[in-house]
């Protein structure tokens, strides 16, 4: 399988994430990082000279929201700041494609 949808962001599973913070591995010692282009967060994180850690805006076990309109309430109370980038947009925007790589360098389709 090809990965040649360039428009959409890319979210690579990399096992036995070590030298990072136990909050940031999974359970079963995976790390996933998104790649994306973005016109919001790749500056910010070029300016601070290193990437950015975030969550999807759900509460886990929940749908992530397609909009910022149709982020739960409950979710925006909890953060310290939200930024005003793509708050305007009302059509849904793709999820990243997720990949899992294996130890042998193959890898596996998480998301489409």
């Known amino acids: 399988m090809t990965l040649s949808n360039s428009a ?8 036995e994430a070590r030298n990072l913070s136990k909050k940031l591995i999974s ?3 995976t790390i996933a ?3 994306a282009k973005d016109r919001f967060a790749g500056p910010v994180s070029h300016h601070l000279g290193r990437p950015l850690v975030s969550t999807s805006a759900n509460i886990s ?3 992530t929201a397609p909009t910022f309109g149709m ?23 793709k999820p990243s494609t997720v990949i899992r ?12």
């Open 61 to 63: 076990g929940m749908p």
């Open 33 to 35: 990082i998104r790649i």
């Open 71 to 93: 982020i739960s309430p409950e979710v925006i109370s909890k953060v310290d700041y939200v930024v005003k980038h793509f708050r305007e947009k009302t059509h849904a925007m």
């Open 8 to 15: 959409s962001p890319l979210t690579i599973v990399y096992p």
């Open 101 to 112: 790589l294996e130890d042998d360098g193959r890898f596996t389709v998480l998301r489409p």
């Open 27 to 29: 359970k079963d010692g």
